[in-house]
Antibody, heavy 121, light 110 residues
Framework: EVQLVESGGGLVQPGGSLRLSCAAS????????MYWVRQAPGKGLEWVSGISGGGGSTYYADSVKGRFTISRDNSRNTLDLQMNSLRAEDTAVYYCAKGFGITVAYNIDYWGQGTLVTVSS | QSALTQPASVSGSPGQSITISCTGTSSDVGGYNYVSWYQQHPGKAPKLMIY???KRPSGVSNRFSGSKSGNTASLTISGLQAEDEADYYC??????????FGGGTKLTVL
């Protein structure tokens, strides 16, 4: 059974940093692209970032480019999102998600339960 | 990376069929057969209902079907049931090697 468990969310001041992690199990982690998707309170889904199975290719939404960094450790089956220069508009539930295949050209098929990030003074 | 366009809400009675549209551009929906649909109940994580425009994951009811014409994809739910009431989001791969979601559609079963 695929399991994705996010951690690291919390309250942070504007301009601050936070690192989210996702622990994956139930599948061969290195064979699948992974993603972060967020959802602001009462709003829709927003794709944030994606990384290929090997970790060599990373992609970002314009809204977070230059501020967020996605990475993965295939030896530990973990996915991370380093978030810097946080803004109020980054407040959201952040979901870790698994792709169908090894490149980011594949759809998301499984989602974690999400972790809440609140950016406020 | 503009969001795909979905109607804010749709409704139908039990047993009826409804269709939710998802309009993009030739750089996303129209350019790739990589359109997905997700169902999200309040307070829950999204669930994949349709992928690659028309394919259904195992375990998803065959009452759910997908299609695409030009820059617009559609999700059809037939034989509406009370449990189908949820938010639905489309998603498409883009020419920038990113993904984009629609704004979401709230389905009400009357």
């Amino acid at each position: 059974e695929v399991q994705l468990v996010e951690s690291g969310g919390g309250l942070v001041q504007p301009g601050g940093s936070l690192r989210l992690s996702c622990a994956a199990s139930g599948f061969t982690f290195s064979s699948y692209a992974m993603y972060w998707v967020r959802q602001a309170p009462g709003k829709g889904l927003e794709w944030v970032s994606g990384i290929s199975g090997g970790g060599g290719s990373t992609y970002y939404a314009d809204s977070v480019k230059g501020r967020f960094t996605i990475s993965r450790d295939n030896s530990r089956n973990t996915l991370d999102l380093q978030m810097n220069s946080l803004r109020a508009e980054d407040t959201a539930v952040y979901y870790c998600a698994k792709g169908f295949g090894i490149t980011v050209a594949y759809n998301i098929d499984y989602w974690g339960q999400g972790t809440l990030v609140t950016v406020s003074s | 990376q503009s969001a795909l366009t979905q109607p804010a809400s749709v409704s139908g009675s039990p047993g009826q069929s409804i269709t939710i549209s998802c309009t993009g551009t030739s750089s996303d929906v129209g350019g790739y057969n990589y359109v997905s649909w997700y169902q999200q109940h309040p307070g829950k994580a999204p669930k994949l209902m349709i992928y690659d425009v028309t394919k259904r994951p195992s375990g998803v009811s065959n009452r759910f079907s997908g299609s695409k014409s030009g820059n617009t994809a559609s999700l059809t739910i037939s034989g509406l049931q009370a449990e189908d009431e949820a938010d639905y989001y489309c998603s498409s791969y883009t020419s920038s090697s990113t993904w984009v979601f629609g704004g979401g559609t709230k389905l009400t079963v009357l």
